[in-house]
């Protein structure tokens, strides 16, 4: 079992940046792929960023690559979304999840936990 934690989400300018995280719980985080998606109202969610157990695997959705990185720290048992420049497009709820596989997917059927989600809200 893996209990994920979102945090760092709030309102910022157009333009500006800011940094979620995801904490997690259990002893196997190392073992997981982890993934960052997101849930605009009225909207399905989508993929934002996924990546593989050691890091060196790394998926980006079209519309936040150069944008947003994605990185884990599994000493801390944390991942985190680096988001930069941002978008009012880009104001959602913001999920982590968790998928027992070797190389992450933007399927988010194929995760096997989440997270309960932290709101960002972009202003003009």
């Known amino acids: 079992q893996v209990q994920l934690a979102e945090s760092g989400g709030g309102l910022v300018q157009a333009g500006g940046s800011l940094r979620l995280s995801c904490a997690a719980s259990?002893?196997?985080?190392?073992?997981?792929?982890m993934g960052w998606f997101r849930q605009a109202p009225g909207k399905e969610r989508e993929f934002v960023a996924a990546?593989?157990?050691?890091?060196?695997?790394?998926l980006y959705a079209y519309s936040v690559k150069g944008r947003f990185t994605i990185s884990r720290d599994n000493a801390k048992n944390t991942v985190y979304l680096q988001m930069a420049s941002l978008k009012r497009e880009d104001t959602a709820v913001y999920y982590c999840?968790?998928?027992?596989?070797?190389?992450?997917?933007?399927?988010?059927?194929?995760?096997?936990?989440w997270g309960q989600g932290t709101q960002v809200t972009v202003s003009s």
């Open positions: 999840a968790a998928a027992l596989l070797d190389l992450p997917v933007r399927d988010s059927t194929r995760y096997d936990y």
């Open positions: 259990g002893r196997t985080f190392s073992h997981y792929a």
């Open positions: 990546i593989n157990w050691i890091g060196g695997y790394i």
